[in-house]
């Protein structure tokens, strides 16, 4: 069975650090996209970060450009999203997505990997 499984997620005051991680199991990740995506309440779900099968092609949501930074670790089949800067509209559950590298053109835009596998989701909550 092809999972996704996110994990990391907590709650952090503002101004914190946290390290999303994403497990695949039943593929390998190798010759897929990845793409982190949060959903908030009352908003528009949002493509955070994506990165490419090779690792050569990155996209970074303007909200977000500067403080998060995604990538992937092939050989261990995770790929991470490394969130510093933590502000509170950064609020919300957050998803990785894989989608299969030939359906994906580049340079990596998020909404090409919406159509992939998703994970559950883990809650990222910044407050203080």
């Known amino acids: 069975q092809l999972q996704l499984e996110e994990s990391g997620g907590n709650l952090v005051q503002p101004g914190g650090s946290l390290r999303l991680s994403c497990a695949a199991s039943?593929?390998?990740?190798?010759?897929?996209?990845i793409g982190w995506f949060r959903q908030a309440p009352g908003k528009e779900r949002e493509g955070v970060s994506c990165?490419?099968?090779?690792?050569?092609?990155?996209h970074y949501a303007d909200s977000v450009k500067g403080r998060f930074t995604i990538a992937r670790d092939n050989d261990k089949n995770m790929v991470y999203l490394q969130m510093n800067n933590l502000k509170p509209e950064d609020t919300g559950v957050y998803y990785c997505?894989?989608?299969?590298?030939?359906?994906?053109?580049?340079?990596?835009?998020?909404?090409?990997?919406?159509?992939?596998?998703w994970g559950q989701g883990t809650q990222v909550t910044v407050s203080s």
């Open positions: 990165i490419s099968s090779s690792g050569g092609s990155i």
């Open positions: 997505v894989a989608k299969y590298r030939s359906t994906v053109p580049l340079p990596i835009w998020c909404p090409d990997i919406e159509g992939g596998l």
């Open positions: 039943g593929f390998t990740l190798d010759y897929y996209a």
